[in-house]
């Protein structure tokens, strides 16, 4: 059996004072490392919470720090790049359409923090803002590819790609 970790709090823990949640949960137990092929979690994500209960709503605010492990789009090149929600917020209904899961008087804050992060990976990870790419193919391979479709190696449509210059 795998036992998953979760960041929950109970609810009778708010009636008289707000909470505080500190700690540290894998990104496997967030579920994040199979969403992006370019962007892992990598180390565990620390957490500094505070909750408190206003009416019949939950105020968690707090710092979600981590690092990432990420591959450059351009020049494929590995790179580790520092990330934090230093002003991280979620507004929890606890009544209406939109309520929160109760369970047990207990709340699971892991879905909130799950998609808050994933929203916040980078979409196109760049090693450096100025990262140029992959090294440009030499000229002489240009020529290699239409002497191969002179000998008919090549369907004609390969062909007119390999006159494209970029």
Not at 12 to 36: C, F, P, Q, V, W
Not at 77 to 90: G, H, V
Not at 127 to 152: F, I, V
């Amino acid at each position: 059996m795998l036992l998953v970790m979760q960041i929950t709090f109970n609810l009778r823990h708010l009636e008289k004072k707000s909470l505080h949640l500190e700690g540290e949960i894998s990104g496997a137990d967030l579920d994040l490392n199979e969403m992006d092929e370019l962007v892992q979690v990598l180390g565990p994500v620390k957490y500094d919470l505070s909750i408190e209960r206003l009416s019949e709503r939950l105020l968690v605010r707090g710092e979600l720090v981590f690092t990432l492990d990420c591959e450059c789009i351009r020049c494929l090149k590995p790179f580790r790049k520092a990330f934090e929600l230093s002003d991280w917020t979620c507004d929890l209904p606890l009544e209406g359409e939109e309520q929160v899961a109760v369970n047990n008087d207990s709340v699971d804050l892991t879905p909130f923090i799950r998609e808050d992060i994933l929203l916040g990976f980078p979409q196109y990870p760049l090693c450096e803002s100025e990262c140029r790419g992959l090294p440009k193919a030499p000229q002489n391979q240009s020529q290699a590819g239409s002497d191969a479709s002179q000998t008919g190696e090549l369907s004609s449509a390969w062909a007119e790609l390999n006159k494209l210059k970029f």
